[in-house]
């Protein structure tokens, strides 16, 4: 979890809040809708200000409160918005997009839309109203609703403001906040009512410190009405409580911007997410829903998408007890399950924590989502008498978890797992069709994941490859000057594994071709394939390669051969870095070539050997020219990084290993012609 | 409870609806499709097989066609599984009657048929709308194991008359198609307008009587060979049969017009935004005021479309007719924004309170221009176009009304080069948007390299973009901040190893085509390789060309360039002392019917080494009996452009 801090607070069950202290007050507003003065165009910047952003939040505040309804508690957001327009660029923050969700007749309502847009001229403000007639609603799919809104009479130098209410009969979520955003923001607030008898889990992202930070226990009243029959008159009854108040805010955020080998962005912008761990109705007695793995589990356990898929009659029984007959070792049977599953359905590219259908369904369809590939891997497991759990986790895209407490809502996917009789862990996953038993597709490797039984064991997925290239050129130079040869790549590992992709999912000759344009200093041509059957093997591609000669009179020739093949993948442009740098695997780059000299030809001059090493050998550069007959060059060049993830404080050290090893591998060999 | 749980984890479930009996008959039905059938040379270089493909356009009326696709598509491999994949289209004037569809076995056994709860229905919000009515009906017959065969099924109900189908059975690369057919039924007072290329030969039309009242038009291809689009060449869709198909009449939301000729439909374009151009007096009154005392006639324009600039914006709403027809000038008076169709005929109306007359010109943005002799709604976008009155030589300003930021009177790339129909109150006329050149499309670079004596250098850099050359830098320049500005410039540089020391843009608006000076300062450590007594230098900086990909088998379409431009760079090389040049590449002039290029280096006598290098090509299309000419100009570019120069130390 090194580089993300991630934090989480249970909340304290209603027992201890109610012997806590009351506090005084609450906290002044942040804003006030319609409060906008000349001051808040102090400031703008000018036209020639290369440092402005294109706009800028002045204040984004939120707020929810958990309040009475009819038959249920619903979950009520406010938001009020002020932001700056300073350049046309900065147009698109003029427009608001929520999302909303529907499910089986219950919803989240948008209302009580105000907004104003102020523009300041010759030192007044004039004001266009929002009409809230101009909110446009679309129905997205089946369930997920998105209202759009535009502010009006927008400029650059405009003051908008606006603000509006989600009302929610889902409490299992509340609504998120996010506070960091791709403008700066001067201050960003939420605040969140939980009554005593809801204790939520609260999840917390990113790394810039927040300025306010606080937990108060405040007065709470609201009131429900029950109806007690069809005909009834519903009861109107004032429940009065304590609460938890919440309160989070940031000052002067800076915008964010998104760099190379992240996981995503979410996992490094600041916002706060929550999920309903118990209730205490009664004040005495807790039940827990989510907070404690064995309640989460039971709930899984039961659910028609999840465990009760599992437990349905197993669509391949025949086919895994067949597999159970042939395969008495564990583990090859479980390859052999593994590789029926895989031929059996198609991935239709959805990550998803539950099953979108029957089991059965998916055997029938021979589609599905990772649910429904990976529940239907796991139930033909056991099928075949293995003892195989669900391992629950996180897509790297979805972003990383904490392990403190089980929150349902950070994972978004589900692989499977088997406990072999050695005691080793066995992790599958029946989306991709080459991926072996024991290896993960990449977007799994992200730390931790979860074993969905009654122990709900973590464990940390540690990549079960590297990503390896091996280059090796075996050249001629001609008497005339010009380079011939053959050059052999092997891709091993996860760049195995990505090559048989793209392989798959575009064509062999459209993958040979675009090899063949990744030199633009060399002709190669003949591209030939070696797809091995198993992953085991690395695919390998030949080429015949030929360089013509430059100058043809010269007595002297230079050539930089590592360079012009590309021996070293990537450089790190940027100077500085934020965030850590995630490769998701260690990766390791070979390049060898061996340089046969004409008659007549002799080797002036030889770059030096070099050999760099990153701070307890967590990267490494080595390089090495050698003449091992008059007639003969090799040289060779390694790059090894050993770690899937590097700090920002080892970002420097990352960049200059490449930038010296980039350096080295041009440096020329000098040729001397008779 | 559960249920709550899939509020975030588990959206888009529930409703399994129907749950059918199982299909699999006793015997079953007979084999479809079977991939044994398809012929080895529509196998060749193709990830899917079109085995059949039937479509039908039936004319109901002048407002209302019905469209009936069947369509059976042989998956060979995952490169071709998008094809089981399919999306219809509706929108607030078209209905989708049904969708079905089947998948088979590569023997041709049916493996299954979709499920009603299957088909899904989907918004086809394009992210960048603030409200579009496009929607579609979609299915997905993906499979694990190739190849199979997907069957779909569909009808579509449409009151929008404006577009008939247009055929294509072969519109993207590496896809066969064995059998397609084409069938067009309309009463015999709608006769079909169409116009056909690309068909093989022999592939006319065949026009038939059904009754007196109904005519049927059909065509039929078979066996067409997968092609792949090729490098420097025109898209596939512009190079594959195609028969494209129009109305003579039509009605749309009772809108009727004629689309026989281009002044028709120009006239029908004309009617339906007619009398929207009515502007609050407030607004009448700032723009009078504006260009009041201005004399001259494009100042005056200038004035009115910079105050348009400045007070709209550009937000896209496609809803219905709205597609078509503008909102009033009133709503954008009143909100300050407005699509292409409102800002362009708001800016209509403030003209002409200015005294001055502009039309609404369509176009076909950012894609091929379309096809002038086949009057047809092939627009997707519209401009203003203004001819001067007072000057003494035609000219002609032209307007893009959608962007805040765009110089005033300058079409670029989206718009330029193109034809255009002017909708004026007698009808349609065809014109042309602005040509840009070679002369107005240019890039000039002027750099000092100053280098140490262990190969590190730091260089100035000041590179003038005119025309469409600036177009990729207009936004950057123009609205970037300096962190986002060098953060976009550093993924575009052609360095291993660099930083930027210096950075600046600055814009030139006053001539006809636009101007960018780009002002850039650049450490390169270790641009030059230093090796024992020697070191080496590729004078070409920044503008290195590769050379083409070696090509396999004869080329099959024409060259097609982007657009013709001109190149000069400057590169003065300050050499450290104790260096002298030992070696220094030999200048290359190449002249050929694609363009003239030509390098040199020279070593001066103040000791500065001094490269220069022009490349001109004024010319964008070629046939393809040209390509292998073309490619050899491209190596000899590529090669001269990686010369090096040698240094040698001094043995000071």
Redesign the interface.
């Known amino acids: 979890m090194k580089g993300i801090r991630l934090q989480l607070s249970l909340l304290g069950l209603c027992l201890l809040l109610a012997c806590a202290a009351l506090a005084q007050k609450a906290p002044a507003l942040p804003i006030r809708f319609g409060s906008v003065v000349p001051a808040d165009f102090f400031g703008m910047p000018t036209a020639t200000d290369?440092?402005?952003?294109?706009a800028e939040y002045l204040c984004d505040y939120g707020t929810t409160k958990i309040v009475g309804g009819s038959a249920q508690f619903q979950a009520v957001f406010e938001r009020t918005t002020r932001l700056r327009i300073h350049?046309?660029?900065?147009?698109r923050y003029?427009?608001v997009k929520v999302p909303l969700?529907t499910?089986?007749g219950r919803y989240e309502r948008f209302s009580n839309l105000k907004g104003y847009t102020y523009n300041l001229q010759d030192g007044r403000i004039s004001q266009?109203k929002l009409?809230s007639e101009?909110l446009?609603r679309?129905?997205?799919?089946?369930?997920?609703i998105?209202v759009?809104?535009?502010m009006?009479?927008?400029?650059?130098g405009s003051i908008l403001e606006f603000t509006y209410t989600i009302t929610s009969d889902?409490?299992?979520?509340l609504q998120d906040w996010q506070f960091e955003h791709s403008i700066p923001v001067r201050w960003s607030e939420y605040r969140v009512t939980l009554p005593q008898f809801y204790a939520y889990k609260t999840i917390i992202r990113g790394h810039l410190p927040f300025a306010v930070k606080e937990e108060l226990t405040v007065p709470y009243s609201t009131m429900v009405s029950a109806s007690t029959g069809a005909y009834a008159t519903p009861q109107q009854e004032r429940i009065s409580a304590l609460a938890l108040q919440l309160r989070w805010a940031m000052k002067d955020v800076p915008a964010f911007?998104a760099e190379p080998f992240l996981t995503t962005p979410h996992d490094y912008m600041r916002s706060v997410h929550f999920e309903?761990a118990g209730t205490n109705f009664s004040g005495r007695n807790y039940e827990d829903?989510t907070g404690k793995w064995p309640t989460l589990w039971k709930?899984l356990e039961?659910?028609?998408?999840f465990g009760k898929a599992l437990s349905s009659p197993a669509p391949l029984a025949a086919e895994a007890a067949a597999l159970r007959l042939k395969y008495p070792e564990q583990k090859a049977r479980a390859a052999a399950v593994l590789a029926l599953v895989?031929?059996?359905?198609?991935y239709?590219n959805h990550a998803?924590?539950?099953a979108?259908?029957?089991l059965r369904?998916t055997v029938?369809?021979?589609?599905g989502n990772a649910a429904d590939i990976n529940l239907l891997l796991v139930q033909t497991l056991r099928a075949a008498g293995l003892p195989a759990t669900p391992l629950l986790l996180s897509t790297r895209s979805h972003g990383q978890m904490q392990t403190l407490v089980p929150a349902?809502?950070q994972?978004?996917y589900v692989a499977a797992h088997i406990l072999l009789p050695d005691n080793t862990d066995l992790l599958l996953d029946a989306t991709e069709?080459e991926l072996p038993a024991g290896m993960l597709p990449e977007r799994c490797l992200n730390g931790q994941a979860l074993l969905a039984d009654a122990a709900g064991r973590w464990l940390t997925i540690r990549p079960a490859a590297r990503h390896t290239e091996l280059r090796t050129a075996r050249l001629r130079l001609t008497e005339h000057g010009s380079l011939e040869g053959s050059l052999k790549l092997e891709y091993a590992g996860y760049a195995g594994l990505a090559a048989r992709r793209q392989i798959?999912?575009?064509?062999s000759?459209?993958y040979l071709?675009g090899l063949?344009?990744q030199w633009?200093?060399w002709?190669?041509?003949k591209p030939h394939l070696l797809l091995p059957d198993s992953i085991q093997h690395p695919v390998a591609v030949e080429l015949a390669l030929h360089m013509?000669s430059?100058?043809t009179q010269?007595s002297?020739l230079?050539l930089?051969l590592l360079s012009s093949l590309g021996t070293i993948p990537y450089?790190f442009?940027?100077?500085v870095r934020s965030y850590p740098v995630n490769l998701g695997m260690p990766h390791e780059y070979v390049s060898l070539v061996t340089l046969t000299l004409p008659k007549g030809t002799t080797v002036q001059?030889m770059?030096a050997s070099l050999s760099l090493m990153l701070p307890e050998g967590s990267g490494r550069f080595q390089y090495s020219v050698s003449q091992p007959t008059p007639e003969t060059v090799q040289m060779m060049a390694r790059m090894q990084l050993n770690k899937a993830e590097y700090s920002p404080a080892e970002y420097a050290a990352l960049r200059e290993l490449h930038?010296r090893a980039?350096?080295k591998c041009?440096?020329?060999l000098?040729l001397s012609r008779k | 409870m559960v249920f709550y749980l899939k509020h975030t984890c588990h959206a888009a479930l529930l409703a399994l609806g129907l749950l059918a009996g199982s299909h699999a008959l006793a015997g079953g039905p007979p084999p479809k499709y079977p991939v044994a059938d398809i012929p080895g040379s529509l196998r060749e270089n193709a990830h899917a097989v079109v085995r059949l493909s039937d479509e039908t356009l039936l004319v109901k009326s002048a407002g209302r066609t019905i469209e009936t696709v069947r369509r059976a598509i042989t998956i060979l491999d995952e490169a071709g599984a998008h094809h089981a994949q399919e999306l219809v289209y509706y929108d607030q004037l078209s209905s989708v009657s049904y969708l079905r569809g089947s998948a088979y076995a590569a023997d041709g056994r049916l493996l299954r048929t979709l499920k009603a709860s299957e088909i899904g229905d989907i918004s086809l919000s394009d992210g960048f709308s603030l409200a579009s009515d496009g929607r579609g009906r979609v299915a997905d017959l993906r499979q694990p194991v190739y190849p199979y065969t997907v069957e779909f099924e569909y009808e579509v109900n449409s009151t929008n008359t404006l577009f008939y189908s247009t055929w294509q059975p072969q519109a993207q690369e590496q896809l066969s198609v064995e059998q397609a057919t084409f069938r067009v039924l309309t009463p015999t007072e709608l006769p079909l307008r169409y116009q056909e290329r690309d068909l093989p030969a022999g592939t006319a039309a065949a026009r038939t009587s059904v009754s007196a009242a109904l005519q049927r038009y059909e065509w039929q291809v078979r066996n067409l060979a997968a092609v792949e689009q090729e490098p420097d060449g025109p898209p596939v869709g512009e190079t594959t049969p195609v028969v494209f198909t129009a109305p003579t009449q039509f009605e749309v939301q009772g809108h009727v017009g004629t689309f026989t000729t281009w002044q028709a439909l120009g006239l029908w374009n004309y009617q339906l935004n007619a009398g929207r151009d009515e502007l609050p007096p407030a607004v009448q009154e700032k723009i009078r005021a504006l260009v009041q005392g201005e004399t001259d006639e494009r100042a005056r324009i200038r004035k009115v479309y910079e105050w348009l600039q400045a007070n709209t914006r550009y937000i896209s709403v496609q809803l219905g007719i709205g597609g078509w027809q503008t909102y009033p000038a009133t709503s954008v008076a009143a909100t300050g924004y407005g699509d292409c169709k409102a800002l362009t005929n708001y800016c209509q109306a403030l003209l002409k309170t200015a005294g001055i007359t502009g039309y609404s010109a369509l176009v076909r943005a950012n894609k091929e221009d379309i096809r002038t002799e086949f009057p047809s709604q092939q627009f997707n976008h519209v401009v203003l176009c203004v001819p001067l009155q007072k000057s003494a030589k035609p000219d002609t300003v032209w307007l893009e009304c959608t962007n805040q930021t765009n110089p005033f009177g300058y079409m670029s790339s989206f718009t330029g080069n193109r034809h255009a129909l002017l909708v004026t109150p007698q009808g349609g006329r065809m014109v042309r948007t602005p040509q840009y050149t070679a002369a107005d499309n240019r890039r000039e670079r002027l750099a000092d390299v100053y280098l140490d004596a262990q190969g590190s250098a730091t260089a100035t850099i000041r590179t003038r973009r005119s025309g469409l050359e600036q177009d990729d830098y207009e936004g950057m320049a123009g609205s970037r901040n300096l962190a986002d500005q060098k953060k976009a410039l550093a993924e575009h540089l052609p360095l291993a190893n660099f930083s930027i020391s210096k950075l600046s843009y600055t814009q030139d608006r006053r001539a006809a085509v636009p101007v960018i000076t780009e002002t850039l300062g650049l450490t390169l450590p270790g641009w030059a390789s230093v090796s024992g007594r020697r070191a080496f230098v590729t004078p070409n900086l920044l503008s290195r060309w590769h050379a083409l990909p070696a090509t396999v088998g004869e080329r099959r379409t024409p060259i097609w360039l982007e657009n013709a431009f001109s190149y000069a760079d400057t590169v003065r090389i300050h050499v450290p002392a104790g260096f002298k040049p030992e070696n220094l590449p030999a200048p290359v002039q190449l002249s050929t019917a694609f363009g003239t290029y030509s390098s040199q280096v020279q070593a001066q006598a103040d000791g500065t080494l001094l490269y220069v290098r022009r490349l001109l090509m004024p010319r964008t299309r070629f046939p393809r009996t040209e390509y292998p000419a073309y490619q050899d100009f491209r190596r000899r570019i590529s090669a001269a452009d990686k010369a090096q120069i040698v240094l040698l130390k001094t043995d000071a």
């Open positions: 290369t440092a402005a952003s294109v350049r046309k660029a900065g147009y003029a427009t969700y499910s089986n266009a009409n101009d446009y679309e129905q997205l799919d089946k369930d997920h998105q759009s809104f535009t009006p009479d927008v400029r650059e889902f409490i299992f979520n911007r309903l829903l709930m039961e659910d028609n998408e895989q031929s059996a359905a198609q239709n998803a924590l539950f979108s259908q029957p369904r029938e369809r021979r589609l349902i809502s994972f978004n069709p798959r999912q575009g064509s000759s459209d071709a063949q344009r633009p200093d002709d190669a041509s013509p430059s100058t010269a002297q230079y930089a450089t442009r940027p100077e001059e770059p930038q980039a350096a041009a440096e020329m000098v």
